[in-house]
């Protein structure tokens, strides 16, 4: 089981924001965040499918990086693509980093959005370790139609950050999330970057 488990000091949360002590510095962003869109679920698939998966993932996570280059693409293929399972995507940043690319990302909706979540895990150890990530994640959301100026705008804007990080007080709460990766499929819980066939059998059983 591979995961990457939860550091609440990392964020340095106050209020439910990021402290100003690891806060990067951003251009001015003159681009209005559309909160209530920015702030909707990720999901692709069928929204009428017979079952559901959620992940809760960290953009800066390795383990998860490992689920989306094995298993998540068969995941997709065989259950989302045929109708039978919707998977949605949910923020559960563990740094300043992963939260900055979690709200950027929510700039765009649909297929696009997770096209640009596939590219950040592909890339993962590039912008991760870049001398200024921030600058690394804008030419990544660029190459997703993002521009510089919405990108700042995104991930500067406290009531999207506060609204990410509230999600993630909701994961721990409801379903004791801990960890990343972490999955709900129907009403059971996943925890790690499992292979693809822990994650089919467990999804056959539950449309049996």
Not at 93 to 106: H, T
Not at 156 to 161: G, Q, V
């Amino acid at each position: 089981m591979h995961r990457r488990t939860l550091n609440l000091g990392i964020l340095g949360l106050a209020g439910g924001l990021v402290g100003t002590a690891m806060v990067p510095s951003f251009a001015h962003a003159a681009v209005e965040v559309d909160l209530d869109a920015a702030s909707q679920p990720r999901v692709l698939g069928d929204p009428d499918a017979p079952l559901t998966m959620i992940e809760y993932s960290s953009l800066t996570c390795p383990h998860c990086a490992t689920f989306h280059a094995k298993s998540y693409k068969p995941i997709v293929e065989t259950y989302v693509d045929t109708g039978k399972l919707k998977f949605e995507m949910r923020d559960f940043p563990l740094d300043q980093y992963a939260l900055r690319a979690s709200a950027m990302a929510r700039a765009i909706d649909g297929k696009p959005y997770f096209a640009l979540i596939d590219m950040l895990f592909k890339q993962q150890s590039s912008w991760t370790r870049a001398e200024n990530p921030i600058d690394a994640l804008k030419k990544i959301g660029r190459l997703a139609g993002i521009s510089a100026e919405t990108a700042d705008a995104y991930m500067t804007d406290d009531a999207l950050l506060d609204s990410i990080l509230n999600g993630r007080i909701a994961a721990q709460k409801t379903y004791d999330v801990n960890s990343t990766p972490t999955f709900v499929i129907g009403d059971e819980v996943i925890r790690g970057a499992e292979p693809f066939e822990t994650f089919q059998t467990v999804i056959e059983g539950k449309l049996a």
